[in-house]
């Protein structure tokens, strides 16, 4: 069983930071990918940034320059790292994780970003 709890989601106004954490727990033993999506209302979950075990990062377009994210392998934690936020950042973002042996994926239950203009 593996269990994934989010933190760090809030309202924020436009240009503010907010930095979201994930931790993983469970029957956990190697994690390969971390990452975190968002779903904005009426449109489809989309990837927001990934980071793999050799710590590899890839982000989306519309959040390069703006967004950071790492990982804490001893922790089995992934953090996001949000400044410069736009109302458009407004989600539901959702934290991601692929183990290693096994590829069995699992996702965080959401915590909702909030962007105020």
């Known amino acids: 069983q593996v269990r994934l709890v989010e933190s760090g989601g809030g309202l924020v106004q436009a240009g503010g930071s907010l930095r979201l954490s994930c931790a993983a727990s469970?029957?956990?033993?190697?994690?390969?990918?971390m990452a975190w999506h968002r779903q904005a209302p009426g449109k489809q979950r989309e990837l927001v940034a990934r980071?793999?075990?050799?710590?590899?990062?890839n982000y989306a377009d519309s959040v390069k320059g703006r967004f950071t994210i790492s990982r804490d392998n001893a922790k089995n934690t992934v953090y996001l790292q949000m400044n410069s936020l736009k109302p458009e950042d407004t989600a539901v973002y959702y934290c991601?994780?692929?183990?290693?042996?096994?590829?069995?994926?699992?996702w965080g239950q959401g915590t909702q970003v909030t962007v105020s203009s």
């Open positions: 980071v793999t075990i050799s710590g590899s990062t």
């Open positions: 469970g029957s956990i033993f190697s994690i390969n990918d």
């Open positions: 991601f994780i692929r183990q290693s042996r096994t590829l069995n994926t699992y």
